[in-house]
């Protein structure tokens, strides 16, 4: 006598069981491994390396510059000002102060300008100075305060 029969041949159908993948062995082999290689590897410093002497600056005592600074408006309406040497001067004023100094020899400047001065007033002192009749040799520095 034949069994009763859903009408396939065949094994009947398992019922599928669901199951979480446990990541726990996974998670701690990742440990092992990070852990070995912190512990194994070496850190080097970095190699000395020979760099070339710069070819478009040099070297200038502290103490020989002009200090030039390029100092914030007051105001909304006012136009920044320039301080040489720790006098507010005028632009013509310093044009002047720099060809007077200028024919006594070489006159090395060290430029500093706040942080809310306009790029464009800095242009202009810069052509100021490049208008000077003598050799002025300028150079934009930072305060470390």
């Given amino acids: 006598m034949l069994a009763e029969s859903d009408g396939k041949l065949g094994r009947p159908k398992r019922q599928q069981i669901d199951g979480d ?3 726990t062995p996974m998670i701690d082999v990742t440990f092992l ?6 512990v194994t590897s070496t850190m080097r410093p970095a ?10 600056g040099e070297n200038v ?3 020989t510059p002009l200090d030039l600074s390029i100092l914030t408006p ?9 301080m040489l040497d720790g006098e507010i001067v ?18 090395n400047i060290l430029i500093y300008a ?3 001065v306009r790029s464009g007033f ?24």
Avoid: C, Q, W
């Fill in 21 to 23: 993948l446990d990541i």
């Fill in 33 to 38: 491994l990070l852990i070995f290689f912190m």
């Fill in 47 to 56: 190699l000395n390396k020979d760099l070339p002497p710069a070819v478009s």
């Fill in 61 to 63: 005592n502290a103490a």
């Fill in 74 to 82: 007051a105001g909304e309406d006012n136009e920044s000002s320039v």
């Fill in 90 to 107: 005028t632009l013509d004023a310093l044009n002047d102060n720099l060809e007077e100094r200028a024919r006594g020899g070489i006159v």
């Fill in 114 to 116: 706040e942080r809310d």
């Fill in 122 to 145: 800095v242009g202009e002192v810069e052509d100021v100075l490049n208008e000077v009749e003598g050799d002025v040799v300028y150079m934009f520095a930072v305060r470390d305060y």
